[in-house]
C-alpha cells in the first residue's frame, strides 16, 4: 500500500531536549516536506528537498533541521524545542514539486 | 500575508444547500490542487486542476481554474453532513516551495 509513515503520532517533550520525527514513503517520490500546522494559519511549509542531498528552506524553517540520505526518509529534527514549536506536523512527498502531495498522519508534539 | 487567499475561512449551512469557496492569489500556478481534512488527519486529494479555465467534476463537488491560473474555486450542490470538513488549496508557483491556503471550515448540519 502506498503511504507516507511518520513516526511519533504523539509526543509530549520538554524545553531543550532534541528530539527526530521520522518519514518514510513506499512510492519513490522525489520531492518530499514537511509542515506545521497551527490554528488560524494553516499549514506552512518548514523545509523540502528536491532529492538526495538536496534540502531547502520552506517558509518557517527556524529551530529546526532535516536530512535526505535516502530517497525514502526525510526526518525532522529539533536540535533545541521551545514552546513555540508546539503544533501540529505533517511529513508529505509527491513524484514532482507543485505536483499532488500524499500527507503522512501527523504528529502531534507538545513542548512544555 | 498568505500567498494563497481562502474564503471564506468558517461556513455553517443545511443538509441540501449549495456552497462555493474560493482560492485567490496575485501569483500564476502551474497547478492548483484541492484537498480535504479531517480533524487530526493529513489532508487527503481532492483534486488537481491544470489548464486555465479548467473545470473538473467529482460527484456533486466542482472546481474550477481561472483564465489566468491566479485562483480556483470549489462548489459543492446540494451538501451533506459528509461533506464536513477543512478545504484546503494548494499549489507551487515556481516548482519547489509549497503553499497552503488558510482553509476553509465547513460545518454542514442534517
Known amino acids: 500500500e502506498a503511504q507516507v509513515t511518520q513516526n511519533p503520532r504523539y509526543l509530549i517533550t520538554v524545553t531543550g531536549k532534541k528530539l527526530t520525527v521520522t518519514c518514510s514513503q513506499n512510492?519513490?517520490?522525489?520531492?518530499m516536506s514537511w509542515y506545521r500546522q497551527d490554528p488560524g494559519l494553516g499549514l506552512r511549509q518548514i523545509y523540502y528537498s528536491m532529492n538526495v542531498e538536496v534540502t531547502d528552506k520552506g517558509d518557517v524553517p527556524e529551530g529546526y533541521k532535516v536530512s535526505r540520505k535516502e530517497k525514502r526518509n526525510f526526518p525532522l529534527i529539533l536540535e533545541s524545542p521551545s514552546p513555540n514549536q508546539t503544533s501540529l506536523y505533517f511529513c508529505?512527498?509527491?513524484?514532482?514539486?507543485?505536483?499532488?502531495?500524499?500527507f503522512g498522519q501527523g504528529t502531534r508534539l507538545t513542548v512544555v | 500575508t498568505q500567498l494563497l487567499e481562502q474564503s471564506p475561512q468558517f461556513l455553517s449551512i443545511q443538509e441540501g444547500e449549495n456552497l462555493t469557496v474560493y482560492c485567490n492569489s496575485s501569483s500564476v500556478f502551474s497547478s492548483l490542487q484541492w484537498y480535504r481534512q479531517e480533524p487530526g488527519e493529513g489532508p487527503v486529494l481532492l483534486v488537481t486542476?491544470?489548464?486555465?479555465?479548467e473545470v473538473k467534476k467529482l460527484k456533486r463537488l466542482t472546481f474550477q481554474f481561472g483564465d489566468a491560473r491566479k485562483d480556483s474555486s470549489l462548489h459543492i450542490t446540494a451538501a451533506q453532513p459528509g461533506d464536513t470538513g477543512l478545504y484546503l488549496c494548494a499549489g507551487s508557483p515556481n516548482f519547489n516551495k509549497f503553499y497552503f491556503g488558510s482553509g476553509t471550515k465547513l460545518n454542514v448540519k442534517p
Open positions: 512510492m519513490n517520490h522525489e520531492y
Open positions: 486542476v491544470v489548464t486555465g479555465g
Open positions: 508529505a512527498s509527491s513524484p514532482r514539486p507543485g505536483r499532488e502531495a500524499f
